[in-house]
């Protein structure tokens, strides 16, 4: 069973770069896209971006000048930095698999809140 | 990208059928057939319900079924039942690679 499991801190300051990793199990970091989504509180979901395993990358359009994400294949792990967070950017961020075969996120880790404060 | 539209919120009694509309454009929706749908509970991760328009994963049931004309996608729920309250939310692949999410519509089930 494919599993995924988001790590990182639950409170950023206003400003600075909100990290987060997505440790994968259960499933090939190297057979599929791996997506970062988000989604504020009471509010609908955001997709922020994807990797694939070679390193390609595709973000969206409204945060592409913020946002890197890495792929470390030796570690099954992919990464979120998300630079200059506002009171906007918190949310409960999730890592998903972007299955090439369905054209679907199948796979969803449980989610992760961070919030934006001083 | 502008978010895929959907209502806000539909309702229906137990047993009842309803059908949820997600509209893009054909930079989206419309030009491609990878729009999936997505079930969520308070408080858990997203489900998938729905991918490529109209299929099901194993282990969905078969009262979950979706379609698509145009720049509509939409997603029908029949025999409702009371387990089926959630939010639901489309998604579909882009014109530039990327991905699109729509807002999302409450179901309630009275």
């Known amino acids: 069973q494919v599993q995924l499991q988001e790590s990182g801190p639950g409170l950023v300051k206003p400003s600075e770069t909100l990290s987060l990793t997505c440790t994968v199990s259960?499933?090939?970091?190297?057979?599929?896209?791996w997506s970062w989504i988000r989604q504020p509180p009471g509010k609908g979901l955001e997709w922020i971006g994807y990797?694939?395993?070679?390193?390609?990358?595709s973000y969206n359009p409204s945060l592409k000048s913020r946002v890197t994400i890495s792929v470390d294949t030796s570690k099954s792990q992919f990464s979120l930095k998300l630079s200059s967070v506002t009171a906007a950017d918190t949310a409960v961020y999730y890592c998903?698999?972007?299955?090439?075969?369905?054209?679907?996120?199948?796979?969803w880790g449980q989610g992760t809140m961070v919030t934006v404060s001083s | 990208q502008s978010a895929l539209t959907q209502p806000a919120s539909v309702s229906g009694s137990p047993g009842q059928s309803i059908t949820i509309s997600c509209t893009g454009t054909?930079?989206?929706?419309?030009?491609?057939?990878?729009v999936s749908w997505y079930q969520q509970h308070p408080g858990k991760d997203p489900k998938l319900m729905i991918y490529?328009?109209?299929n099901r994963p194993s282990g969905v049931s078969n009262r979950f079924s979706g379609s698509k004309s145009g720049n509509t996608a939409s997603l029908t729920i029949s025999g409702l039942q009371a387990e089926d309250e959630a939010d639901y939310y489309c998604?579909?692949?882009?014109?530039?690679?990327?991905?699109?999410f729509g807002g999302g519509t409450k179901l309630t089930v009275l």
């Open positions: 259960g499933s090939s970091i190297s057979s599929s896209y």
């Open positions: 998604s579909s692949y882009t014109s530039t690679s990327t991905r699109v």
């Open positions: 490529d328009v109209s």
């Open positions: 998903a698999r972007d299955s090439a075969i369905l054209d679907a996120f199948d796979f």
């Open positions: 990797i694939y395993y070679s390193g390609s990358t």
């Open positions: 054909s930079s989206d929706v419309g030009g491609y057939k990878y």
